[in-house]
């Protein structure tokens, strides 16, 4: 089955540590997304990328940062993180050519971060 | 400004008792409209969708979800709950004005009485 794929599944940090979370995709879509969610307020864009080249901020993008290292390989990176940054974190793909162009999105199976 | 709002933090339920999630929008134009559920330690798995056309939209799992442009609603039915429907409810839309943007509500858990 063609899948979105997260690593690892659950992180214990420290603050000030650099983290990285990577996501890897099977369905050859072109658009991948990274969202944080955080109990009673839904998910939060973090990132998105529309393809290798074009990567933009979303509404939370201070603190992280991305690297798209193919098509099917999207990275987040915290640099130096902090305790706030706790969080279940989503990686997303979705597929610009597909019928009725609306936006629909499929996830991976998140990564449980904690830092303490 | 644009939104989308599930009123219920928390439902309750008997199991084989009837369900309904609500949630309602803000936004200019009818988005695309989806439900996605998020059983514990699980991703986001989709449950259905409504881009157009016939506002009843059957799912998976025995969902349904009635899309109301007068009341700006997208309520998640279900007429008979099993204990596995225990899990964490999300709608979220996605505005015919943005090429990206899935905006989630905030969620309703569900929890299921024996």
């Known amino acids: 089955d063609a899948d979105v794929t997260q690593t690892p599944r659950n992180r214990i940090t420290k603050t000030g540590k650099r983290i990285m979370l990577e996501c890897s995709q099977t369905?050859?879509?072109?658009?991948m997304y990274w969202y944080r969610q955080d109990p009673g307020l839904g998910l939060r864009l973090i990132y998105y990328?529309?393809?290798?080249?074009?990567?933009n901020k979303g509404e939370i993008s201070d603190g992280y940062s991305v690297s798209r290292q193919a098509q099917a390989k999207f990275s987040l990176s915290l640099e130096s993180a902090i305790p706030n940054q706790t969080a279940l974190y989503f990686c997303?793909?979705?597929?610009?050519?597909?019928?009725?162009?609306?936006?629909?999105?499929?996830f991976g199976p998140g990564t449980r971060l904690t830092v303490l | 400004a644009q939104s989308v709002t599930q009123p219920d933090i928390h439902i309750t339920v008997s199991e084989g008792a009837s369900l309904e999630l609500r949630c309602n929008y803000s936004?200019?134009?009818?988005?695309?409209l989806f439900w996605y559920v998020q059983s514990p330690g699980q991703g986001l798995q989709l449950l259905l969708k409504?881009?157009?056309?016939?506002?009843l939209v059957q799912g998976i799992k025995g969902f349904e979800a009635e899309f109301k442009r007068s009341q700006s609603s997208f309520n998640l039915r279900k007429p008979s709950v099993h204990w596995s429907d225990a899990a964490e409810y999300f709608c979220a839309v996605a505005p015919m004005d943005s090429s990206y943007k899935l905006i989630f509500g905030s969620g309703t858990r569900l929890l299921v009485r024996p």
């Open positions: 369905k050859g879509h072109d658009r």
């Open positions: 990328s529309f393809d290798v080249k074009d990567i």
């Open positions: 409504y881009f157009s056309g016939d506002t």
């Open positions: 936004y200019g134009a009818t988005p695309y």
């Open positions: 997303a793909t979705s597929d610009s050519s597909a019928q009725g162009r609306s936006n629909e999105q499929f």
